[in-house]
């Protein structure tokens, strides 16, 4: 009887893989349709980049010039009141966008996307190596890096050219380090954040919680990426990015409105609040999860890491749908605490609800809520799941 049980378990089990597998399947070829399909390349994230890379070291923020070149290259101003897809992203990462621009915009989407997915390819091997760490078994971890390279967020960033990709290697390495106890590793990794600055403070303040060590290497990094920069675009650049910071509070000059965030403030926004009331109530908010994750412990590394994950997401100033990629690290910590054949699940399910419900937030709320509960309830069972593991790995 108990080998019956046994077999019809591992059935189960395998019909559960080849199904997720086939489904990852399909995803694929419908991402690839989409990548490949007639689609306005012009009206990507990627354009700001693109601009950055194309004008002069010194007038990179300079908005009258990036106005100008994209004027030149859409044939009419782009389509916000401001008439420019303003570009006021950190600069370290345009070298790179300068090296692969061949001066057809085409042909460099097509490798700074190619990029992008490679970074996104190594965060799945660090998911990988995250279950394994688990003691997840090899056939487990790879269909589950498999589905979370599928997780539409993180598609979605590549498909339109932004630096989502970037931020989320960073914390997976943060993540990784931390769970190996390689402090120094970890708040190196974390520098890279500064590609998103919100996210950087939340998450340096929250090391510096954890590990003096880990905040000085993030602080070392910080420190050389900045130095960096403002040497690449010099003291015209730093004033031009000042500006530019100033007009981005009026967010709708650019086409930036807050009921469309997947944050707090989108939250408060769909509520029916002022534009003012949202920014006050919502810089506030940040300030005090600043000022929490500065001093909040746990004796669980990676609950502690879910969860001020997921207050960085959830309160970030400026949180678009393709930043819910980051989702992933505290489904992978999720992921990490449940039997190994229902690893995969929990990245799973995810991508078509959001697919479905792109321009809405009930499902990015949710899967945050949910994230954060999960993450905390598992923490005391972790050594019955293992248990669990050990009479039950079937594949």
């Not at 910590?333 to 479905?356: K, N, T």
């Amino acid at each position: 009887m108990p080998s019956t049980k046994s077999e019809r378990s591992g059935l189960h089990a395998l019909l559960l893989f080849i199904a997720i597998f086939a489904a990852n399947l399909f995803v694929l070829q419908l991402y690839w349709k989409t990548f490949v399909g007639d689609r306005n390349l012009l009206n990507q994230d990627f354009l700001g980049y693109y601009t950055a890379a194309s004008l002069p070291r010194s007038s990179i923020y300079d908005i009258n010039r990036q106005r100008e070149l994209q004027t030149s290259l859409l044939g009419k101003p782009y389509g916000v009141p401001a008439g420019v897809l303003l570009f006021n992203h950190p600069p370290f990462l345009v070298p790179v966008v300068r090296l692969l621009n061949n001066g057809n915009y085409f042909e460099s989407y097509q490798r700074w996307a190619a990029l992008l997915f490679a970074i996104s390819v190594t965060c799945s091997v660090i998911i990988y190596l995250l279950l394994r760490d688990a003691r997840h078994t090899v056939l487990v971890s790879t269909l589950s890096a498999f589905t979370a390279l599928l997780f539409y967020p993180s598609y979605r960033s590549i498909e339109i050219g932004t630096d989502t990709s970037v931020a989320l290697l960073a914390v997976l390495l943060w993540a990784f380090f931390l769970i190996k106890d390689k402090d120094r590793a970890a708040g190196l990794a974390l520098s890279l954040t500064l590609i998103k600055p919100h996210l950087a403070i939340i998450l340096g303040a929250a090391t510096l919680a954890r590990s003096r060590r880990a905040f000085l290497m993030f602080l070392t990094g910080g420190v050389v990426l900045t130095s960096v920069s403002m040497f690449y675009v010099g003291l015209k650049g730093i004033l031009d990015l000042v500006q530019n910071i100033k007009l981005s509070a009026n967010g709708e000059a650019l086409g930036v409105f807050f009921v469309k965030q997947y944050s707090f403030m989108g939250l408060l926004a769909r509520l029916g609040m002022s534009r003012t009331v949202v920014a006050m109530v919502g810089w506030l908010a940040f300030g005090l999860i600043v000022v929490l994750v500065s001093v909040y412990r746990t004796t669980s590394s990676e609950t502690w890491i879910g969860v001020v994950l997921l207050l960085a997401v959830f309160f970030a100033p400026n949180l678009h749908f393709h930043d819910l990629a980051l989702l992933l690290l505290p489904m992978t910590l999720i992921a990490r605490r449940v039997r190994g054949q229902l690893a995969p699940l929990i990245f799973f399910p995810l991508s078509p609800l959001l697919i479905l419900a792109v321009g809405l937030t009930v499902a990015s709320y949710s899967m945050q809520v949910i994230a954060a509960v999960v993450v905390g309830g598992l923490k005391q069972r972790r050594d019955s799941y293992s248990d669990l593991d050990d009479q039950h790995a079937l594949i």
